[in-house]
């Protein structure tokens, strides 16, 4: 049985993975301070991102993002570990994502993005916050 601190441990830990999406669907970058620590790992790479520190990571996502007209994310699965005071989970996300057209002419194409999600998570005086996310890649297609 879990006691009540471990629960609510993972239900901040399951938020603050729900606030990273909320900060990117919604474009508001500098959420994602609430998310990550200053010197977090980030990896992209597999599906054809940047890997590199949180500074340089929220550069790279505020320039890139901005050209995709819409994009969410759907997460589900969240399996989370908690050991004192770091953690760790996996996440399953589905994210599709629309595709300008070359021309105004061309027809809007959406890529859909499968991924799973690895982290770890460190509590801090702010609560838990994110040191590592890693995207191992399931799918991506564009139709």
């Known amino acids: 049985m879990l006691s009540h ?7 901040e830990i399951q938020q ?9 669907d919604t474009r508001h970058f500098d959420g994602l301070d609430a998310v990550f620590t ?12 940047i890997e590199g520190h949180y500074p340089e990571v929220k550069a790279w ?3 890139v993002l901005p050209n995709f007209p819409m994009y969410a994310h759907m997460l589900g699965n969240f399996s989370v570990r908690i050991d004192g005071d770091t ?19 061309d027809q809007e194409q ?3 993005c499968g991924l ?11 609560g838990w916050r994110m040191t590592r996310r890693v995207e191992t890649k399931c799918f991506q297609k564009i139709l």
């Open 16 to 24: 603050l993975i729900v606030d990273y999406s909320t900060a990117i």
């Open 5 to 11: 601190a471990e629960v609510s441990d993972r239900l």
């Open 38 to 49: 200053p010197d977090a790992y980030i990896d992209y790479t597999a599906l054809g991102g």
């Open 110 to 112: 959406i890529m859909f």
């Open 87 to 105: 953690a760790s989970s996996r996440t399953i996300c589905f994210n599709p994502m629309v595709l300008p057209g070359a021309t105004k002419k």
């Open 61 to 63: 996502l505020a320039e």
């Open 116 to 126: 799973w999600y690895d982290d770890e998570f460190v509590r801090t005086a702010q």
